[in-house]
């Protein structure tokens, strides 16, 4: 069983797939973290920038220029979906690799895919599971986690799927928005049910308290 695991920045995503992974004892997958691995220096990601942007993003030693490649980013529209057209299908390969390799060990996986919905993805599993908060509650974590200014994050928000579009689309909602506490006890609940869901084709729904 491979669980895709979505929602917006500052959601919580992370501490859910992490609880969630433990619960069911199966790995944790990262988008985020393997699209890192993929630009090391050498990688394939890290070719492909190199390639198309020569060493507009490299330091003099060419490892990459992550901080400017992020404020580009930031800035440019244009330049973002091109980086995104080239990254996206070596993640999605990464992913699928690992699950290839769980699958064949009798295993699953629970993989973080924050574009999930707008990358079209979903079907590439078992079943899916939004993270839900506000988009104010979004604002406020991720200013005082990564001391971004408001219209940074709202310029990285408005890039993605609306919160309540992904509670939508997903099989299953942990709504984010209380107490760390509430949230634990939905995951919780969600480990517990979830296998029978998916084997025997139950109805998904909300996991909120």
């Known amino acids: 069983m491979n ?3 979505t929602g917006g920045i500052g959601s919580g995503k992370s501490c859910v797939a992490s609880i969630l992974g433990n619960a069911l004892a199966y790995p944790v997958v990262s ?4 699209c890192q691995d993929l630009m090391e220096h050498g990688a394939e990601g890290w070719r492909a920038v190199r390639e198309r942007w020569a060493g507009r ?5 060419t490892t990459l220029d992550r901080a400017l490649l992020k404020e580009a980013v930031f800035n440019d529209d244009d330049l973002r979906h091109e980086l995104e057209g080239i990254l996206h299908p070596l993640i999605r390969f990464a992913v699928k690799e690992r699950m290839a ?3 064949k060990a009798g295993e699953g996986l629970v993989v973080e895919v ?3 919905f707008e990358v079209g993805w979903q079907d590439d599993f078992s079943c899916t599971v939004a993270v839900f908060a506000p988009v104010a509650l979004c604002l406020q974590r991720v200013s005082e986690r990564d001391g971004l200014n408001l219209e940074q994050v709202q310029k990285v928000l ?3 799927m609306p919160p309540l579009l992904k509670a939508e689309k997903a099989m299953f909602v942990i709504d984010n928005s209380g107490l760390w506490v ?3 006890q939905q995951v919780t609940r969600l ?3 979830l296998p029978k869901y998916i084997d025997q084709g139950g109805n998904p729904g909300s996991f909120n308290n």
């Open 114 to 116: 924050p574009l999930l």
């Open 182 to 184: 509430q949230t634990v």
């Open 158 to 160: 408005a890039a993605q």
């Open 191 to 193: 480990a517990r049910q």
């Open 57 to 61: 993003f490299l330091k003099p030693d």
């Open 31 to 34: 988008a985020d973290v393997l």
């Open 101 to 103: 390799v769980a699958e």
């Open 3 to 5: 669980i895709a695991l």
